[in-house]
T-cell receptor, first 112, second 111 residues
C-alpha cells in the first residue's frame, strides 16, 4: 500500500527565514510525485511534478527535490503570502490505478 | 487559462435531503475526480471518470453516485444526507492521469 508522510505537521517561520518541508513516501514504482499548495477553504493549487530521483524544480521562492524515498520543498526567504498548507501526493506506476495518495500536509505560517 | 469550475460554491441542506454538485473540467482533460475534504483532513478520493466512464472508486458511500456526461461535465449526487457529509467537495481534472487541477470546491453544510 502506498504511503505518504509529511513533516512537520505545522511550521511557523519569520519572514525571510528559509526552511524545508519533508515528504517521505513508499510506493510500488513511482509514476509521479506532486506538490500542491492549499489556502483555507480553497482547492489545492498544483505546484510541481517530480518524476525521478535527482530531479529538481523551482518556482519563485519554492524549490522541490526528489530522492528515492523522500521529497523536500525548500522555501527560501518566505513571505507572509506563502502561508498555506502544502500537500504532497504520490502516484504509483503499477496496479492500473493512477489515483494519487495524499499526505496530511504541512501547515506553514510565515510571520511578518 | 481555463480552470475547473464547480457549482454551487455553497450549499445548505437538511438531513435526509438530496444534493447535486456540478463540475466542469478543464477543456481536453480526459479524467475527472471527486474528493471530499473534512476540516484539517487531506482530500479523500471518492470516484473518478476517464473519458466519461467510471474508472476508479474510493471511499464513496452507497448513498452517493456520480456520472460524467457527453459534454464532459460531471455531477455528484448525494442522497439521504447526514450531518457527517458536511465537508468541502472538490472536483479535479487531469490529462493522461498526471497532475490534477482542482476546482474551488463546494462547501456543503448539512443541518
Amino acid at each position: 500500500e502506498d504511503q505518504v508522510t509529511q513533516s512537520p505537521e505545522a511550521l511557523r517561520l519569520q519572514e525571510g527565514e528559509s526552511s524545508s518541508l519533508n515528504c517521505s513516501y513508499t510506493v510500488s514504482g513511482l509514476r509521479g510525485l506532486f506538490w500542491y499548495r492549499q489556502d483555507p477553504g480553497k482547492g489545492p493549487e498544483f505546484l510541481f511534478t517530480l518524476y525521478s530521483a535527482g530531479e529538481e524544480k523551482e518556482k519563485e521562492r519554492l524549490k522541490a527535490t526528489l530522492t528515492k524515498k523522500e521529497s523536500f520543498l525548500h522555501i527560501t526567504a518566505p513571505k507572509p503570502e506563502d502561508s498555506a498548507t502544502y500537500l504532497c501526493a504520490v502516484q504509483a506506476s503499477s496496479g492500473g490505478s493512477y489515483i494519487p495518495t495524499f499526505g496530511r500536509g504541512t501547515s506553514l505560517i510565515v510571520h511578518p | 487559462a481555463a480552470g475547473v469550475i464547480q457549482s454551487p460554491r455553497h450549499l445548505i441542506k437538511e438531513k435526509r435531503e438530496t444534493a447535486t454538485l456540478k463540475c466542469y473540467p478543464i477543456p481536453r482533460h480526459d479524467t475527472v475526480y471527486w474528493y471530499q475534504q473534512g476540516p484539517g483532513q487531506d482530500p479523500q478520493f471518492l470516484i473518478s471518470f476517464y473519458e466519461k466512464m467510471q474508472s476508479d472508486k474510493g471511499s464513496i458511500p452507497d448513498r452517493f453516485s456520480a456520472q460524467q456526461f457527453s459534454d464532459y461535465h460531471s455531477e455528484l449526487n448525494m442522497s439521504s444526507l447526514e450531518l457527517g457529509d458536511s465537508a468541502l467537495y472538490f472536483c479535479a481534472s487531469s490529462l493522461y492521469g498526471y497532475e490534477q487541477y482542482f476546482g474551488p470546491g463546494t462547501r456543503l453544510t448539512v443541518t
